[in-house]
């Protein structure tokens, strides 16, 4: 008998019973909500008159509507002030643990998730947000849920789930010079396309995988849905532990030895048979910038925007219409091409690391005069460690300012919306039409890729710098 993937061994253990030729009862250890996809779930419980099931077990945040300066102030937009204000009568109401606005660990709720320990491997998590993906990094099965399926967690703490097929996708080798974790995830999109994983879980493996700090693991997972994966994940190892330790929600003394003992028996069994594999050479990976109005169109910065005749014909009229929205050419070079904004954070790249990339990039340079730079933290836990290391310092002395923290410029949502027609350099995970605004366009590059925006002007091969 085979052995056992990091997947199977969770949703095994997780599975509660069983439908005859149907999905499977899945126990959900964590629910994380925010204020856009609940109010209708929480709504849907107070009209059938039950409580939430286990309030212990899920923790709610404002991030997606709030504005990402003057948050001191009551919330301008009309919507997002209503959203964010039915979230804390809701969890007021449900008894639900809500870190809301200015509260001292509110942010990005995949960000402040792993950062105070409530994130941890082996578990099951669920969110309705399509990047839930990210506490994958983990190791623990994790993935976004639609708003019927938040109020069936809040109401049995189960979820009824099809199990995925496995995929494992393999990096191997040494990273270049310049190419960082979101280089790593937005090459594999590139290869395998938008619905390269489409009904599959995935695992990372490899060892560049296992060379990446856990920030960097939570990128590749946060972005794997861009490639149709119902989600991803990373097995645990001493990187994993020594990041969770200590952490707020962390188990502690003697829960901490046993937890750590159960975690070293998660990763795939040497034996373990996935439905797909895939391997790639990490040598092949260079600093990567999108061009088109998916995640999948994205070229090493070298490279040049494929041509017609190189393009598949079944995604030919996408490619077209993709290089009208962008005001692109077949053929051209994203090397020397204009920036009107660049933006930094996101549930992508929004933590503390990501900030001390940039900022050890721009370090001793001066902004470009023709950009407009949002550098956002994931949270008030990161804002506070960028103040405390002399980021903030570093970034204003070179003519940038970080602002408050929140999802920002990810989406269009909330106030930091790129104006039609602009090109913005964004270290979020989707560059769809209107995505960032309508009739914004966007470019996803990595941290110091738009760092090197930000202080040209245009989009430039950080290696340059380097």
Known sequence: ????????????????????????????????????????????????????????????????????LGQDQPIRDELSRFQVNKLAENCREFGVSLFGLNHPWNGIVHVIGPELGIT????????????????????????????????MVLATQTLLQNKPKTMRINIEGDLGKGVMSKDIVLYIISQIGTGGATGYFVEFAGSAIRSLSMEARMTICNMSI???????????????????????????????DKAVEEWRQLPSDPDAEFDKELTFD??????????????????????RIPKMEEIEKSTQATFKKSMQYMDFQPGDSMIGKKVDYVFLGSCTNGRIEDLRAFASFVKGKKKAENVTVWIVPGSHQVEAQAEKEGIRQILEEAGFEMRQPGCSACLAMNDDKIPEG???????????EGRQGPGARTMLASPITAAAAAITGKITDPRDFL
């Not at 941890?120 to 399926?149: L, N, Q, Y």
């Not at 913005?424 to 560059?431: C, E, G, I, K, L």
């Open 120 to 151: 941890r491997p082996g578990m099951t998590i669920v969110c309705g947000d399509s990047h839930t993906s990210t506490h994958g990094a983990f190791g623990s099965i994790a993935f976004g849920i639609g708003t019927s399926e938040v109020e």
């Open 1 to 68: 008998m085979a052995g056992k993937t990091l997947f199977e061994k969770i949703w095994d253990k997780h599975v509660v019973t069983k439908v005859d030729g149907g999905p499977g009862v899945l126990y959900i250890d964590r629910h994380f909500v925010h204020e856009v996809t609940s109010p209708q779930a929480f709504a849907g419980l107070r009209n059938r008159g039950i409580k939430v099931r286990r309030p212990e077990k899920t923790v709610a945040t404002a991030d997606h509507n709030i504005p990402t």
């Open 282 to 303: 990490a040598a092949d990976i260079e600093p990567m910038i999108t061009y088109g109005t998916n995640p999948g169109m994205g070229i090493g910065i070298s490279k």
């Open 422 to 432: 602009n090109y913005a350099v964004s270290t979020s995970n989707r560059n769809f």
């Open 226 to 256: 861009e490639m149709g994966a119902r989600g991803g994940m990373i097995a645990p190892d001493e990187t994993t532990f020594e990041y969770v330790k200590g952490r707020e929600f962390a188990p502690k003394g003697t829960e901490w």
